[in-house]
């Protein structure tokens, strides 16, 4: 017996898909931006690294429905953050309780 | 004019001062020194010893000689020159013969000078600046190291999702085919009929594929989600495994309103049920409890929620259910089947308040908004699968075989859900009362948040009109708007009474 039926036939709507409350990405990216800043401003070398970290995570972590602008942008401002920070001081970076 | 003579006489005596002290700076260098002047250092001259090594910084080496020569030819004699420099001292005879020894090196005197001297800080050199520089940065190194490291394990975790994606679909597309008209939309196009097939699921991220498949007797649609591990995210993979989370596949089934009876069914694994008797609105709504699914020989920790129980029954009763779950003990982890299905708590919550309050703008506009708000609801069969690599092969091989019996499976489900109807009237009346009293608390709730609304509005509005007084400078305006306001509370503080009419006699 066949079941199928072509009267039957209705498009896919994207807003049938099970939404899971995943804030992952918006973390990784919020906290890239945070680290990338505290580099600049207080020229912390750790805080860069930790910055680009982030944004590798949110970008791994994100939808492809996502705008690829912002993971971009998370991207850019940690790499920047570190080259700035490195220009500044190119002194090794200590890792502050490890002395 | 006193004031302005003293100034000129403090003025002079500045000049003069200055002068003097530039006149002994520049000329300093052709001051005779006595030949008995000449300081012999000794420890306890510590002040002699700086000063004199400050005057014969410059020109160590002549001095020194001139010192060995001096102190050969005036010995015995001492004598001592006021200076302005405080730096003479007296000739110690005991010390000639540290200067007999022309061998003598100027480093020694130097030397015990500066023993007595406090110690000279040598500053470090940075590593990076000695040596080989790249072998400083170790904690970069380190962290390149990680970050490559992630990377790798991303595009690997990437690989392996998408392989797995490609095994399952292959594994249903023919029963899918027999099954369905329309297999694989992403809605975009304009024509299902096209010559390009579909050949692989949707994928929505690295970790979440899904197929849409419509046109089949009894549903309007299924939408199969193969919700994988966050393999491409290192961190994620290691919570995996601490929290024992596998890959799921997820069929949601859409039914008409005349393809399925009306009640909300759950039979779960126990650390599902929980979750979902919190989470899901019609479950918390219409099921009361939870009870266990010993007595109906289910292997496994399994667990019911019904509303009507005739039709969970009718469901947990099948044969074919009991063949598959003896056959594949922990492979469902939950049906879920409900005609009044609208989400989580949270979501629906969201959605309820972006339907009554949409940023349209006007108060007009958000009060129709609120008079059209309905409760969402899907009748819907949605049924979760485990996939977890059995009879200790890898789960790339029991992902072949494993998607086909499962989608059989649920294919048989959706037959026998469409198939139910309730045997008595009164099962349906019970059911249909149950709807009536979730759907009088929900207008309840709209008609307060209506209410609130309303109030809000008001309040604006006096606000509004208050600060237009406010500024029209008219006092006489501004008298009669507060005497409004005072009566307006008081007619609101005024406990409603009923009005008696006195008969007149």
Not at chain 2, 186 to 208: A, F, I, P, Y
Not at chain 2, 492 to 498: G, L, T
Request: with cysteine; glycine share 2%; net charge negative.
């Amino acid at each position: 017996m066949d079941n199928r039926r072509q009267a039957r036939i209705h498009r896919f709507r994207p807003a049938l898909i099970t939404q899971i409350d995943d804030a992952l990405p918006d973390y990784m990216n919020l906290m890239g931006m945070i680290f990338s800043m505290c580099s600049l401003m207080l020229k912390i070398k750790w805080c860069a690294w930790i910055a680009i970290f982030a944004a590798l995570v949110g970008f791994a972590n994100s939808r492809t429905t996502d705008d690829a602008k912002q993971v971009l942008s998370s991207f850019m401002l940690s790499i920047s953050a570190v080259v700035v920070t490195y220009m500044q001081n190119p002194a090794p970076m200590t890792i502050p309780f490890m002395q | 004019m006193r004031l302005a003579i003293c100034l000129v006489i403090v003025f002079l005596c500045f000049i003069c001062s200055a002068a003097k002290k530039v006149k002994d700076e520049d000329f300093s260098e052709f001051d005779d020194f006595d030949q008995d002047e000449f300081v012999v250092e000794t420890p306890s001259t510590t002040s002699a010893t700086l000063s004199s090594s400050k005057t014969q910084g410059s020109k160590p080496d002549v001095v020194e000689t001139e010192k060995v020569i001096q102190a050969d030819s005036n010995k015995g004699k001492q004598k001592e020159k006021e200076d302005d420099e405080e730096e003479v001292s007296v000739i110690d005879e005991d010390d000639d013969s540290m200067f007999d020894d022309e061998e003598f090196e100027a480093s020694d005197s130097f030397a015990s000078a500066t023993s007595a001297t406090p110690d000279l800080k040598i500053a470090e050199v940075p590593a990076n600046l000695t040596g080989n520089r790249w072998e400083a940065y170790q904690c970069e190194a380190v962290m390149i190291i990680a970050l490559l490291a992630y990377l790798i394990n991303f595009l690997i975790g990437r690989a392996k999702n998408a392989r797995l994606a490609t095994t399952v679909y292959h594994a249903q597309r023919d029963l899918l085919d027999r099954n369905f008209a329309l297999v694989g939309d992403d809605g975009q196009t304009r024509n299902t009929e096209t010559d390009d097939q579909v050949n692989q699921m949707q994928k929505e991220s690295d970790h979440l594929y899904i197929l849409w498949c419509s046109g089949r007797v009894a549903i309007e649609s299924m939408l199969i989600e193969l919700r994988l591990v966050k393999r491409q995210c290192a961190f994620n993979s290691l919570a995996a495994i601490i929290k024992s989370i596998n890959d799921t596949l997820v069929y949601t089934i859409d039914f008409n309103k005349d393809d399925m009876e009306t009640f909300v069914f759950c039979l779960a694994k126990k650390r599902s049920a929980v979750k979902l008797h919190r989470d899901m609105v019609d479950l918390s709504q219409f099921c009361a409890e939870r009870k266990s699914a010993d007595k109906k020989g289910f292997p496994g920790n399994y667990q019911v929620l019904s509303e009507i129980g005739e039709a969970s029954s009718h469901i947990t009763n099948d044969q074919k259910l009991a063949e598959f779950l003896t056959k594949y003990p922990d492979a469902i982890e939950y049906i879920h089947i409900s005609d009044q299905y609208s989400g989580m708590k949270i979501q629906s919550d969201q959605q309820t308040s972006s339907n009554a309050a949409t940023n349209t703008g006007t108060a007009a506009q958000q009060q129709d908004a609120l008079n059209t708000s309905e409760r969402s609801v899907r009748r819907v069969l949605i049924v979760a699968f485990n996939l977890t690599p059995q009879d200790g092969r890898s789960l790339q091989i029991t992902s072949e075989s494993l998607p086909g019996d499962y989608l059989r499976f649920v294919l048989q489900l959706i037959d026998r859900v469409a198939a139910f109807r309730f045997g008595s009237k009164e099962l349906k009346n019970k059911a249909t009362k149950n709807r009536q009293r979730i759907e009088e608390q929900f207008l309840k709730s709209v008609n307060l948040q209506r209410q609130e609304q309303a109030q809000l509005r008001r309040e604006e509005k006096r606000r509004a009109e208050k600060e237009k007084v406010m500024q029209s400078d008219d006092a006489e305006l501004q008298r009669k708007w507060e005497e409004k306001e005072h009566k307006r509370e008081m007619k609101r503080r005024q406990p409603k009474m009923k009005q008696m009419k006195v008969k007149s006699m």
